[in-house]
């Protein structure tokens, strides 16, 4: 199980580092869909339960996410929603202090998906990797430690390719 658990988390992580590569929102948020989807599996299967149930908030949230351009959209309504049931999920599944940085992550990731700039997306959402990084140590998951990494890499790398050399931003927006 263990070994099928690792092998699991290393696609998440392959997703997780492709979705800041990508230059619009709508495809970061398609990649991070995959990623968390399979990160829920991942965890889960580890029996890191506060973490697999955050990656079930969260992915609901980021598909909801994935459709706000469309008028029934409430971003702050949203926002709320799911920061209330991210401190429930927390407090109902909490194992020790590590439950405290998944906590932390995804109401940062909440907050961050409001933003529609990419540039401004990809800065906000930088700090959730070290939060998720410490839960992945304390869980014992190289993949998602290893995933946490590329992720920091890939942000600063897309965070340069895109923001500040313009490469492949013909039809980026700008900041």
């Given at each position: 199980?263990?070994?099928?658990?690792?092998i699991?988390?290393?696609f998440?992580?392959?997703?997780?580092?492709?979705?800041?590569?990508?230059?619009?929102?709508?495809?970061?948020?398609l990649?991070q869909?995959?990623?968390?989807?399979?990160?829920?599996?991942?965890?889960?299967?580890?029996?890191?339960y506060?973490?697999?149930?955050?990656?079930?908030?969260?992915?609901?949230?980021?598909?909801?996410?994935?459709f706000?351009?469309r008028?029934?959209?409430r971003?702050?309504?949203?926002?709320?929603?799911?920061?209330?049931?991210?401190?429930?999920?927390?407090?109902?599944?909490?194992?020790?202090?590590?439950?405290?940085?998944?906590?932390l992550?995804?109401?940062i990731?909440?907050f961050?998906?409001?933003?529609?700039?990419?540039?401004?997306?990809?800065?906000?959402?930088?700090?959730?990797?070290?939060?998720?990084?410490?839960?992945?140590?304390?869980?014992?998951?190289?993949?998602?430690?290893?995933?946490?990494?590329?992720?920091?890499t890939?942000?600063i790398t897309?965070?340069?390719?895109?923001?500040?050399?313009?490469?492949?931003?013909?039809?980026?927006?700008?900041?």
């Open positions: 199980m263990e070994l099928a658990a690792k699991i988390g290393y998440g992580t392959a997703m997780l580092f492709l979705s800041f590569q990508m230059p619009k929102k709508k495809q970061i948020v990649f869909i995959v990623a968390v989807s399979i990160f829920t599996v991942h965890y889960f299967m580890l029996g890191g506060t973490g697999a149930t955050m990656n079930v908030i969260g992915l609901s949230k980021i598909v909801l996410y994935y706000e351009d008028p029934w959209f971003n702050a309504l949203y926002t709320a929603i799911y920061t209330v049931v991210i401190v429930i999920a927390a407090v109902l599944t909490w194992q020790d202090i590590s439950s405290l940085f998944p906590l992550a995804m109401i990731h909440t961050a998906y409001n933003i529609k700039n990419e540039k401004w997306l990809r800065i906000a959402i930088f700090p959730t990797s070290p939060l998720w990084m410490v839960y992945a140590i304390l869980n014992g998951s190289v993949p998602a430690l290893i995933g946490e990494i590329l992720t920091t890939s942000i897309a965070i340069i390719r895109y923001d500040v050399l313009k490469i492949g931003s013909k039809n980026h927006e700008e900041a």
